[in-house]
T-cell receptor, first 114, second 114 residues
């Protein structure tokens, strides 16, 4: 059983296009995250939602818009894609008020902007 | 602001030997969690081990142990009896009480040689 799933796994698109990445978790967690891993493998938080409420919004261009229809889903929509958006995007989830708070990661979506 | 530092971009170890991957951190929050993740060449993020800031004992999970030295703000990962399958990128990360998102270090690429 997949705990955190993302679709698509690979996404190749042209500059200027709009694309979405979907994420679903079946762990019953109440907090979900989007991380970006750049070409140098550096991972950085982009957004975090707790029970559909945005709680972290790092310095991310407003072309990126997360949407959480329910606490099991957190989608990422990107408008007007740029070359610099090429990266691997990871979705993750955790239980917010847990002392352990391990974050479970999805398999990642490799986005390539041409 | 939180910061995680991994000073070893790459490490080599012989199969069956032990290896220590260094991690130092900086935070003003008295309550925090420290994590290690493994990222093999296939790209997924695999949770390895967790240490809470108030935990009295060093965490252990199978061949992984975390050498937690709070006063020195270090949380080194020790892998005993290295296996070829341990070859991967290893990330140290920290989560503070407030944000709940993870702040990652730059990673260490470990190569296990036969």
């Amino acid at each position: 059983d997949t705990a955190v799933s993302q679709t698509p796994k690979y996404l190749v698109t042209q500059m200027g296009n709009d694309k979405s990445i979907k994420c679903e978790q079946n762990l019953g967690h109440d907090t979900m995250y989007w991380y970006k891993q750049d070409s140098k493998k550096f991972l950085k938080i982009m957004f975090s939602y707790n029970n559909k409420e945005l709680i972290i919004n790092e310095t991310v261009p407003n072309r990126f818009s997360p949407k959480s229809p329910d606490k099991a889903h957190l989608n990422l929509h990107i408008n007007s894609l740029e070359l610099g958006d090429s990266a691997v995007y990871f979705c993750a989830s955790s239980q917010r008020f847990s002392s352990y708070n391990e974050q479970f990661f999805g398999p990642g979506t490799r986005l390539t902007v041409l | 602001a939180q910061k995680i530092t991994q000073t070893q971009p790459g490490m080599f170890v012989q199969e069956k030997e032990a290896v220590t991957l260094d991690c130092t951190y900086d935070t003003s929050d008295p309550s925090y969690g420290l994590f290690w993740y493994k990222q093999p060449s296939s790209g997924e993020m695999i949770f390895l081990i967790y240490q809470g800031s108030y935990d009295q004992q060093n965490a252990t999970e199978g061949r992984y142990s975390l050498n937690f030295q709070k006063a020195r703000k270090s949380a080194n990962l020790v892998i005993s009896a290295s296996q070829l399958g341990d070859s991967a990128m290893y990330f140290c990360a920290m989560r503070d009480t407030g944000r709940r998102a993870l702040t990652f270090g730059s990673g260490t690429r470990l190569q296990v040689q036969p």
